[in-house]
């Protein structure tokens, strides 16, 4: 059965610091997966998808096949990235994990 | 433009009551969703629209019904709603056609069932 799991609830970083948001499937299938940000007050927005191979607000995404991995990483995190982010595998329907609340401290 | 824009943003129920929640954008999506996120849950979908006149279950769907009344609106019936069925809907939409990759969300509605 396919699921996401993104391991960590919180995460904290410092303004300047590299920034990494986990996230592991599980699929039998060819994946499809995606980034998802919710700002404070803001409303649940598509942040990047892997297939674009695109860097969105300095973020970027590897899909790591053998690690069933897709970690969402930036080099130097700022204040303005603190949000909830999630992770969504397209299998059939999108299944999203569980978020992880990142606060970048100033 | 509003973008996706629901309505009501909180309810309280009684158990077996009915009601519809209702979504409208004027982002010319063709797909439309609805998801329901539970606490410790992601957000989980219940019925998608991949295009006008086309709905289609989700993961989640038994207890509700939609329609897709046009291209801007897609609403989600609770018939008799349950305790369970207590969370907060979200509805979403993309340009894309069958896609199952929502881009832009709604604000949600927090729906509590007594």
């Known amino acids: 059965a396919q699921r996401v799991t993104q391991p960590e609830k919180l995460l904290s970083v410092f303004k300047g610091a590299p920034v990494e948001l986990k996230c592991n499937y599980s699929y039998s299938g060819s994946p499809e997966l995606f980034w998802y940000v919710q700002y404070s007050r803001q409303r649940l927005q598509l942040l990047l998808r892997?297939?674009s191979r695109e860097s969105i607000k300095g973020f970027t995404a590897d899909l790591n096949k053998g690690e069933t991995s897709f970690h969402l990483k930036k080099p130097f995190a700022q204040e303005e990235d603190s949000a909830m982010y999630y992770c969504?595998?397209?299998?059939?329907?999108?299944?999203f994990g569980t978020g992880t609340r990142l606060t970048v401290i100033p | 433009n509003a973008g996706v824009t629901q309505t009501p943003k909180f309810q309280v129920l009684k158990t077996g009551q009915s009601m519809t929640l209702q979504c409208a954008q004027d982002?010319?999506?063709?797909?439309m969703y609805w998801y329901r996120q539970d606490p410790g849950m992601g957000l989980r979908l219940i019925y998608y629209?991949?295009?006008?006149?086309?709905?289609d279950k989700g993961e989640v769907p038994n207890g509700y019904n939609v329609s897709r009344l046009n291209k801007r609106e897609f609403s989600l019936r609770l018939e008799s709603a349950a305790p369970s069925q207590t969370s907060v809907y979200f509805c979403a939409g993309s340009r894309d056609f069958y896609s199952n990759q929502p881009q832009h969300f709604g604000d949600g509605t927090r729906l509590s069932i007594l």
């Open positions: 969504a595998l397209q299998a059939n329907n999108l299944f």
């Open positions: 892997h297939i």
């Open positions: 982002m010319n999506h063709n797909s």
């Open positions: 629209s991949a295009s006008e006149g086309t709905t």
